[in-house]
């Protein structure tokens, strides 16, 4: 199993601007020292100021800080990262497609690509906010619509520099674009996603599903079903990796098995029977949220877990 660290997620403690920067240096410059083959991003563009009376199961009290939203640009982002680090792949879990112009999208995507020399991971989803979409001007009903001809251009323009694409949200014809990804390479795709359509959408364009803050048995049942599409659209399973963003929390104490306990919060050995069903449930590459209300305990736990288990 691969691991890789989520830098801007719910999990962080850093929601001001002027922390931030220096937040992502040090969380990139450990994660690259100690091994990690990844770092990844977050999107989120803006949010009702009433986060926590709309969604109260998710930003409700006690629940997930609303602040949590406030979370940097992901393609910027992940450029100022690449220009500080030299070997580590830069992901986006996810980036939101339909409410981002395809044609600038996918040259943001590939200037990324060139620019970290081919480190990039596409990780896509259609998004869920109706109220993000309505202030973008997009269309919360055609999301997936637009998402499938997002990714369908995207794939065009790996290697063409005058890609002709006629679709309904997307129309181009004698243009030239520049550039192409690094080497005219595919650029792997992470489709976000538990529906039978973003299923699907794994199998047309990914390389890879990608999970969030699911349980090993829950894994499991959603690849039952990701194994049936594949096989109706004659897609080899083997070729789709398993991914999944979850949170760790690493405790000093043991924390007393029951139902109640969440998966990958607990000591390290705990952490380790949890990763071992995990793996058991075949997943591939987990993508950590390392929990801490501080930053120093933030990069103590992502040195701890990688000293153990990397």
């Known amino acids: 199993m691969k691991f890789g660290i989520a830098l801007t997620t719910a999990a962080s403690p850093v929601f001001r601007e002027s922390e931030q920067k220096d937040y992502l240096l040090e969380a990139s410059e450990i994660s690259e020292a100690k091994g990690y083959e990844s770092v990844w991003v977050s999107d989120r563009t803006l949010y009702p100021t009433d986060i926590s009376q ?16 406030n979370i940097m640009e992901a393609l910027i982002t992940l450029s100022f990262i690449a220009g500080k680090t030299k070997k580590m792949r830069l992901g986006t879990s996810v980036l939101v497609l339909p409410f981002r112009n395809p044609l600038l999208n996918t040259k943001m995507i590939s200037t990324l690509d060139v620019l970290s020399e081919g480190r990039l991971i596409l990780g896509i989803g259609t ?3 109706k109220e993000e979409f309505d202030s973008m001007g997009a269309d919360y009903s055609k999301r997936g619509l637009v998402t499938d001809e997002h990714l369908s251009f995207l794939s065009q323009a790996v290697d063409n520099p005058s890609p002709t694409y006629h679709g309904d949200y997307i129309n181009t014809f004698g243009m030239r674009l520049y550039p192409q990804m690094r080497n005219g390479r595919t650029i792997p795709i992470w489709v976000g996603g538990n529906s039978d359509r973003a299923f699907v959408r794994t199998v047309k364009y990914g390389t890879a599903w990608h999970g969030i803050n699911l349980t090993p048995a829950e894994l499991k049942r959603y690849q039952e079903r990701l194994k049936q599409i594949c ?6 399973y083997s070729e789709i990796g398993i991914t999944l963003r979850a949170t760790v929390k690493i405790t000093d104490k043991l924390n007393h098995q029951s139902a109640d306990r969440p998966y990958l919060t607990g000591n390290l050995d705990q952490i380790e029977g949890d990763l071992k069903e995990y793996k058991n449930a075949g997943l591939d590459y987990l ?24």
Not at 231 to 236: A, K, P, Y
Request: net charge positive.
């Open 127 to 129: 998004g869920w906010m």
């Open 54 to 69: 709309r969604y109260p199961q998710q930003f409700g009290p006690g629940k997930t800080d609303p602040n949590s939203q």
């Open 231 to 236: 096989r109706f659209h004659r897609r080899d």
């Open 287 to 310: 993508v950590i949220s390392m929990a801490g209300d501080t930053t120093e305990k933030v990069m103590t736990s992502i040195s701890r877990f990688a000293d153990r288990f990397l």
